[in-house]
């Protein structure tokens, strides 16, 4: 898949296990690059809205039309806040996200990594 990151910087922490570490601690750091990684390879949104371990799942209220995928299991907190996009750029709608379209999308915007509990 096509990663596009909002920031530099968040692509450092994302793509960097240094960067990472100064701003996670334990096994995040690793988890998360991990993670990137994993997004990287997937032949399309399908596979990483189907593994298990990221318990995919669509945000609420402010960020509704936003998904997320958590980093080193769901009680670390830690998570990745992205957005799938058609190869226009444009988001991607819930339907097509958890539909039949899934297999079609292959780009996504990163565009957060934060502790969902602080």
Same mark, same amino acid.
């Given at each position: 898949?096509?990663?596009?990151?909002?920031?530099?910087? =968040?692509?450092?922490?994302?793509? %960097?296990?240094?960067?990472?570490? !100064?701003?996670? $601690?334990?096994?995040?750091?690793? !988890?998360?690059?991990?993670?990137?990684?994993?997004?990287?390879?997937?032949? %399309?949104?399908?596979?990483?809205?189907?593994?298990?371990?990221?318990?995919?799942?669509?945000?609420?209220?402010?960020? !509704?039309?936003?998904?997320?995928?958590?980093? @080193? @299991?769901?009680?670390?907190?830690?998570?990745?806040? =992205? $957005?799938?996009?058609?190869?226009?750029?444009? /988001?991607? /709608?819930?339907?097509?996200?958890?539909?039949?379209?899934?297999?079609?999308?292959? /780009?996504?915007?990163?565009?957060?990594?934060? %502790?969902?509990?602080?």
């Amino acid at each position: 898949m096509i990663i596009k990151y909002k920031t530099g910087s =968040l692509e450092k922490v994302c793509t %960097n296990l240094k960067e990472a570490k !100064k701003k996670f $601690s334990g096994r995040i750091p690793e !988890k998360l690059l991990a993670a990137v990684t994993y997004i990287e390879t997937a032949d %399309n949104l399908r596979d990483v809205v189907n593994y298990s371990p990221f318990h995919f799942h669509d945000l609420q209220g402010g960020r !509704k039309g936003k998904y997320a995928i958590d980093i @080193g @299991g769901r009680t670390s907190g830690v998570r990745l806040v =992205l $957005s799938p996009l058609h190869g226009n750029g444009q /988001s991607c /709608s819930h339907d097509e996200v958890f539909g039949a379209c899934a297999i079609t999308i292959v /780009s996504v915007y990163l565009e957060e990594v934060t %502790n969902h509990y602080e």
